[in-house]
């Protein structure tokens, strides 16, 4: 069986200061037991996980996902709208250069990651507060359909709103997004009231999602998967969620 790879990166104490859209205080010790149990969790889906160390120097850090592009053996490294967020990039480069990644970099425009949706050999990206268009074309190198999408305003992200399960399926926050954007993947909904618990990392049948939030689980679970829950209140209260932790190729 081929090894998915997950790439985290650890909670430096200075995650208390990551960059956020409200006032609510974040606790880094109780983020960084959440972080372990999140790598936990990943392990339990199959992945085969490597943490780096976390930066004092870089407080959003632990979102690893938002610096780059993963298809097949090749990334995109992305360019950060945030100045702040531009210096997670290299160290990332760095290792998945010495984990045998062909490394390209982003020469226009901004995108985060965390826009990036590879389902079913086709991208979608969301146009946001964080990535463009000229992020988006800067993508082709990758080789693969992109099919651009407006963020719905107030999201940060577009993976905030929805995620692949698997290749072909789709877990989408209801009253978000047209689904008809995802026109021959199966959809699946999480109500509106649990939109965070539409971004989830699965692998095959198991899916590492957000505790706290029983309907979507249990739509989940109906829908033929295996949650596996993972309390993440600190992570989010950094406005990131599951696919946001780590690098998955
Ligand atoms: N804290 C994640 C971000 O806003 O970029």
Redesign the pocket.
């Known amino acids: 069986m081929r090894v998915v790879r997950a790439l985290v990166r650890s909670v430096p104490a200075a995650y208390r200061h990551?960059?956020?859209r409200h006032d609510q205080p974040i606790d880094s010790d109780r983020a960084t037991a959440q972080h372990v149990a999140y790598q936990a969790a990943l392990r339990s889906a199959g992945f085969a996980v490597e943490a780096l160390a976390g930066d004092e120097s870089l407080p959003?850090g632990i979102?690893v996902e938002?610096t780059a592009v993963i298809v097949g053996e090749r990334v995109m490294m992305t360019r950060s709208a945030?100045p702040g967020?531009a210096l997670e990039r290299p160290p990332i480069a760095a290792a998945l250069s010495a984990r045998g990644l062909e490394v390209l970099h982003m020469t226009a425009g901004v995108c985060d990651g965390g826009d990036v949706l590879l389902v079913g050999g086709r991208l979608f990206a969301g146009i946001s507060e964080r990535t463009d268009a000229a992020g988006i074309a800067a993508l082709a190198p990758l080789g693969l359909p992109i099919t651009a999408i407006d963020v719905p305003a107030g999201v940060?992200h577009l993976k905030c709103v929805c995620s692949p399960l698997g290749d072909d399926a789709i877990l989408l926050a209801e009253g978000t997004l047209d689904p008809a954007i995802f026109r021959g993947l199966q959809v699946h909904a999480v109500p509106f009231a649990e939109q965070w618990a539409a971004n989830v990392v699965a692998l095959g049948s198991r899916v590492v999602m957000g505790a706290g939030y029983p309907v979507a689980a249990d739509r989940v679970s109906r829908a033929g998967y295996d949650p596996i829950l993972v309390e993440v209140s600190e992570i989010e209260a950094?406005?990131?969620s599951m696919t946001c932790l780590s690098l998955r190729w």
């Open positions: 990551a960059t956020r959003d979102f938002d945030l967020r940060l950094g406005d990131g």
